[in-house]
């Protein structure tokens, strides 16, 4: 199996145990990764689509061509990512206009798109591809955790273009989280919004921490011992907004909080330090040391 | 507050733009006319749940043709963009494609967050909305990746053909940051 990998730019440009523990597992899972030299942003669903479409194809456009150029299929390992990237390649696919106008600004720099490849998540690749039972093979230890998976809002929508089914109760995740031996927490309003997306994190953070207050407090209730999500966005959010509750509010948030790899790989005999989970605001390292 | 004191709000029809609509219809937002003011949006939206952010008056506003009032209010950027209140409309009308869509006209006229044009020249100088910094990188290196990511960072070239994209988009002139990088 064969991917162009998409690191996007929180995972690589500040999380990067996300991006190690994403090429260390899928590599020995039999996913070779071949990475989309000179990437940029996708551009971001919330941002740069929120204030102009056209550039906002664009740039995805770019950024799809480079995957036809080598003739892979493009992974996510973020949400937002996803977002774009599958509704822009939806466009190119079946809007010739919209294709028509991509290439047009494309021919400025001397490219072109076809949309010719798929976009995947990797919780895609994972779960629809690799398979939970092949997974499951390659896990060595159990981690005892309870965990509160944690989605995110563009993995599952909009629906049409997605693979899922329901947006309600999805249980994907839930189900891998639960082969690497962790017990995945119901928690009130599991599906909500992490408070980051649309702009908001950069234009209203106060509006963006209280949703962030009100779904780690929703996962403290549960007992969670953390919180496993499949979006740096997310995670950054969920993960820095702590201690930016902290020092707002005097608070004293301690979650740590885990992209799936990175559990999956603890699972599968890696070195938690070598996925960076102490690299975290709250400190990942404490979860393993039991 | 005595209720003798409570002012209705008048709507003038001389001041309506009854063009937002259709517009919005060519936008792709096709089935705004069937919304019936339900509130399933507002009930799901969870950054109405603590602001006075209202989808289902954003949807009754432009189907009135409040233009202005849609396009100049800061509650445009209260959404996350999260699709509930899309997932779950009995009409499955548009409804965060529709805020997107009047973003988009709010920021043609130069009515964008100060916050979101500093985030966007980030985007024209390194072709990153979160670019890498020095603590990130020290922890790239401590994990045995490749100090900068294989992105725009590694790649000059590609920088140049993100920023040329850009400015040919105008997205430059449009963030307020025309010709520069």
Not at chain 1, 53 to 76: C, G, Q, V, Y
Not at chain 2, 34 to 48: E, H, K, N, R, Y
Not at chain 2, 128 to 142: A, F, G, M, T, Y
């Amino acid at each position: 199996m064969d991917y162009a990998l998409y690191l996007g730019c929180i995972a690589p440009n500040r999380y990067p145990g996300i991006e190690a523990s994403v090429r260390g597992t899928l590599e020995e899972l039999g996913v070779r990764l071949h990475d989309l030299r000179g990437a940029s942003c996708c551009p971001a669903p919330g941002v740069v689509k929120s204030f102009s479409k056209d550039t906002w194809l664009a740039l995805a456009a770019r950024n799809i061509s480079l995957a036809e150029d080598l003739m892979k299929n493009l992974m996510t390992i973020c949400n937002g990512c996803y977002g774009t990237l599958k509704e822009a390649n939806e466009i190119l696919k079946t809007n010739e206009l919209l294709k028509l106008k991509a290439n047009e600004a494309l021919s400025s720099i001397g490219r072109s798109v076809n949309g010719s490849i798929e976009i995947r998540h990797i919780t895609e690749v994972l779960y629809n591809e690799i398979g939970l039972d092949s997974i499951r093979e390659h896990v060595k230890r159990k981690i005892p955790l309870k965990a509160a998976a944690h989605y995110g809002c563009h993995l599952l929508k909009p629906s049409e273009l997605r693979p899922w089914g329901s947006t309600e109760r999805p249980r994907f995740l839930d189900e891998l989280i639960e082969l690497t031996g962790a017990t995945s927490v119901p928690y009130k309003d599991k599906m909500m919004c992490c408070g980051a997306g649309g702009g908001v994190r950069a234009g209203a953070i106060d509006v963006a921490l209280d949703m962030t207050m009100e779904k780690i407090d929703n996962v403290l209730n549960a007992g969670a011992d953390c919180i496993v999500d499949v979006c740096p966005f997310c995670h950054l959010q969920l993960d820095a907004g702590q201690l930016q509750l902290n020092k707002k509010l005097e608070a004293k948030y301690n979650v740590p909080v885990l992209y799936y790899t990175q559990l999956l790989g603890a699972s599968m005999g890696f070195d938690p330090l070598k996925m960076g989970v102490q690299q975290n605001t709250v400190n990942g390292l404490r979860l393993f040391q039991r | 507050m005595k209720l003798s004191e409570v002012k209705k709000d008048t709507v003038y029809l001389n001041r309506l733009d009854n063009t937002l609509p259709t517009e919005l219809e060519e936008a792709g937002i096709t089935k705004i006319r069937s919304c019936l003011q339900c509130g399933s949006c507002t009930a799901s939206c969870p950054s109405g749940r603590r602001t006075a952010f209202r989808t289902r008056l954003v949807i009754r506003k432009a189907l009135l043709g409040l233009k202005d009032e849609l396009l100049k209010g800061e509650d445009l950027w209260l959404c996350t963009t999260c699709y509930t209140c899309y997932e779950r409309c009995p009409r499955k009308i548009e409804v965060t494609n529709t805020i997107i869509a009047l973003r988009n006209m709010a920021a043609s006229k130069g009515l964008m967050l100060q916050r979101h044009k500093e985030a966007s020249a980030l985007l024209l100088k390194t072709g990153h909305l979160v670019p890498i910094d020095k603590p990130s990188e020290e922890k790239r290196s401590s994990l045995g990746l490749l100090t900068a990511p294989p992105t725009t960072h590694s790649y000059p070239d590609a920088l140049q053909e993100v920023q040329t994209l850009l400015r040919r988009l105008e997205f430059d002139t449009l963030i307020g940051q025309r010709g520069g990088i």
